[in-house]
């Protein structure tokens, strides 16, 4: 009889491990079901995040062009302002013609400045591949070797960083 009782009891113990199975399989499954639908909503939240933050980005960069407009709105108007004194005068002299000019330059300048705007001042000077393109090579026997004879186009940095490398001459001896 007690070896009744074993062959009984047995398979009561394989089913119960059978359940126990089947249930933490199920614990499982969910806890993979959460993880997996957390992990969505994380992703969709991130990518939202991020046209956000990219549309902010492209609203800030409107936002701070229209400083550098408004700035420069005076200039046009003393442009205008000079075409209508040219329009009405019968004869202008080259001196004035060039006095309008450097005022106006003076006044664009001056507002890019604002905005960290400066121009690159090389010529001279030694030779700078961060901040010089050399476009050509002179020979001076009065200068130094690699000094900038000569700036063919300006350069100019924004806010410390190099806008546009000055175009200059370099001495070759």
């Not at 933050?53 to 701070?64: L, R, Y």
């Amino acid at each position: 009889m007690d070896k009744d009782k074993k062959e009984k009891k047995e398979p009561v113990k394989v089913k119960k491990k059978h359940d126990e199975t089947k249930e933490i399989e199920k614990k499982e499954l969910k806890e993979k079901a959460e993880l997996k639908e957390s992990l969505q909503r994380l992703q969709a939240e991130f990518e939202n995040s991020r046209k956000r933050m990219e549309k902010e980005a492209q609203d800030f960069a409107k936002i701070a062009n229209a400083g550098l407009v408004k700035e420069l709105l005076p200039l046009i108007d003393s442009i205008e302002a000079a075409e209508k004194h040219l329009n009405e005068q019968e004869k202008v002299s080259k001196e004035d013609a060039i006095k309008g000019m450097e005022t106006l330059k003076q006044q664009l300048e001056a507002g890019l400045k604002l905005y960290g705007l400066e121009r690159i001042d090389c010529v001279g000077k030694k030779f700078d591949p961060m901040r010089d393109d050399c476009v050509m090579q002179g020979k001076n026997e009065e200068e130094k070797d690699e000094i900038v004879l000569e700036e063919l186009q300006k350069g100019y940095l924004l806010n410390g960083k190099v806008l546009r490398h000055a175009k200059v001459k370099v001495n070759k001896i």
